[in-house]
């Protein structure tokens, strides 16, 4: 039996994959790739999920892939040198990827990762951008050359930041 108020409960409610797929389309990571070519990445990333309070990796860990999130907050910090106390360097939302350099480089994490709140990601390993890049090489290169222009506007703006500060009081 038909009823238009059980027939409503859920119709708003987007599938997992559904927002799995919005959630890489929006990445400017993936910018430039077709509707086609982003299922296929969708085929290609791992659903994580971490509990309030929970690392999803500290820093100095070995870099192996960037995350994405789909729901929840992270905090990116670093522990000061001097006291040992942590300083926020910035907090992420739904939408916001980070760790994206380690899809070029296995160096080392910069920074920890901190879920302050129950959080889904998205995470797409270096392995799996290797085995893109190895199986679709133009999917693989328009990923690079993303990953690329993303680090090189960071770097702009952190130079920006950097100059700012040593000019401050000259």
Known sequence: ?????WDNIFKNKKSTKALEFEAIKNANIFDGLKNKELKFVQTMVYLRKFNKGEYIF????PG?????????EVQII?????????????????GEFFGE????????RSASA?????????????????????RKPLIGSKIVLNVARILGERLRVTNNKLYEIQHKDK
Do not use: A
Not at 1 to 5: G, T
Not at 64 to 72: S, V, W
Not at 114 to 133: H, K, N, P, V, W
């Open 114 to 134: 901190l879920c302050s709140d129950y959080t889904e990601t998205l995470g797409f390993f270096r392995s799996d951008l290797l085995d893109i890049t190895n």
């Open 101 to 108: 350099l380690s899809l070029l480089d296995e160096s080392p």
């Open 78 to 94: 670093d522990k000061n040198k001097k006291d040992q106390k942590q300083n926020l360097l910035t907090t992420l939302v739904d």
């Open 64 to 72: 192996n892939g960037m995350y994405i999130i789909l729901k929840g």
């Open 58 to 61: 500290k820093k100095s860990n």
């Open 1 to 5: 039996m038909n009823s238009p108020l």
